[in-house]
């Protein structure tokens, strides 16, 4: 992990306790950071298997691509990538075999948060009223697990957020009136044996007949790992950093 370290020192630690709520994170301000200046925020949630309290697993996927010098040049932001404990998930979701024996996921429409869900909430609000983020410019995107917390955390902090990117995740397709004014880009493999593309492609095409702005793709060939292909598509960063609240 030494050189993984040095890669990600760049993202610097810290945390959120306020009450019963603590979270870690590791964060990205944008070169040379001015606070008297406003910048958009992106929260990236991780998947289950970066969960812990090193307070660095959380990077393995996806803190490069915000790390890349064109990307830090063309879009200055501030990116948060925060990490849920071991024993804890982001989303709101019952896992359990089905009667093939596969994990299925069965996803809560409403209920209350998870722990690591409210101490989330909690961290973007606070993020919220720091005076160098544009509150215009509010961004979230997760895989597998973080995926399935992209989806609740919109519908949670309605109103926040500007676009939003899942990778392999899932809802119930219920919750979408809570975000369906949210512009979507949505990503899942094909062969995904751990989290069925069915789950994305149900909410892409209920959001296609309700929602503002969808965008899905569906990588055939893909299994689990779909991330390192979205992370690859070279119009993803404009395509967030191009929407904006009113």
């Given at each position: 992990?030494?050189?993984?370290?040095?890669?990600?020192?760049?993202?610097?630690k810290g945390n959120f306790i306020k009450g019963?709520?603590?979270?870690?994170?590791?964060?990205?301000?944008?070169?040379?950071?001015?606070p008297a200046q406003k910048y958009p925020i992106v929260f990236f949630l991780h998947g289950s298997g970066e969960r812990g309290n090193d307070n660095e697993s959380q990077l393995v996927h996806g803190a490069k691509l915000f790390l890349k010098d064109e990307n830090r040049k063309k879009f200055p932001a501030i990116v948060v990538f925060p990490q849920c404990p071991a024993n804890d998930y982001w989303a709101n979701v019952s896992i359990g075999p089905n009667e093939q024996g596969k994990r299925s996921f069965s996803f809560v429409n409403g209920g209350e948060p998870t722990k690591a869900m409210h101490a989330l909430v909690g961290m973007v609000k606070d993020f919220l009223k720091k005076p160098y983020v544009d509150k215009k410019q509010v961004y979230v995107g997760g895989l597998s697990m973080g995926g399935m917390g992209t989806f609740e955390l919109l519908r949670r902090k309605r109103n926040t957020f500007a676009a939003a990117i899942t990778i392999c995740g899932g809802d119930n397709t219920n919750n979408i009136n809570k975000y369906k004014s949210v512009p979507l880009w949505i990503f899942h493999g094909g062969k995904d044996?751990?989290?069925?593309?069915?789950y994305s492609i149900a909410v892409s095409e209920r959001l296609k007949t309700l929602g503002d702005e969808v965008k899905f793709t569906l990588y055939p060939n893909a299994n689990h790992n779909s991330w390192d292909s979205a992370f690859a598509e070279p119009e993803l960063l404009q395509w967030l950093f191009?929407?904006?609240k009113n």
């Amino acid at each position: 992990m030494a050189l993984k370290a040095q890669e990600f020192k760049q993202f610097e630690k810290g945390n959120f306790i306020k009450g019963r709520d603590s979270i870690y994170y590791r964060i990205l301000f944008p070169e040379n950071f001015n606070p008297a200046q406003k910048y958009p925020i992106v929260f990236f949630l991780h998947g289950s298997g970066e969960r812990g309290n090193d307070n660095e697993s959380q990077l393995v996927h996806g803190a490069k691509l915000f790390l890349k010098d064109e990307n830090r040049k063309k879009f200055p932001a501030i990116v948060v990538f925060p990490q849920c404990p071991a024993n804890d998930y982001w989303a709101n979701v019952s896992i359990g075999p089905n009667e093939q024996g596969k994990r299925s996921f069965s996803f809560v429409n409403g209920g209350e948060p998870t722990k690591a869900m409210h101490a989330l909430v909690g961290m973007v609000k606070d993020f919220l009223k720091k005076p160098y983020v544009d509150k215009k410019q509010v961004y979230v995107g997760g895989l597998s697990m973080g995926g399935m917390g992209t989806f609740e955390l919109l519908r949670r902090k309605r109103n926040t957020f500007a676009a939003a990117i899942t990778i392999c995740g899932g809802d119930n397709t219920n919750n979408i009136n809570k975000y369906k004014s949210v512009p979507l880009w949505i990503f899942h493999g094909g062969k995904d044996d751990v989290v069925d593309p069915a789950y994305s492609i149900a909410v892409s095409e209920r959001l296609k007949t309700l929602g503002d702005e969808v965008k899905f793709t569906l990588y055939p060939n893909a299994n689990h790992n779909s991330w390192d292909s979205a992370f690859a598509e070279p119009e993803l960063l404009q395509w967030l950093f191009s929407h904006k609240k009113n």
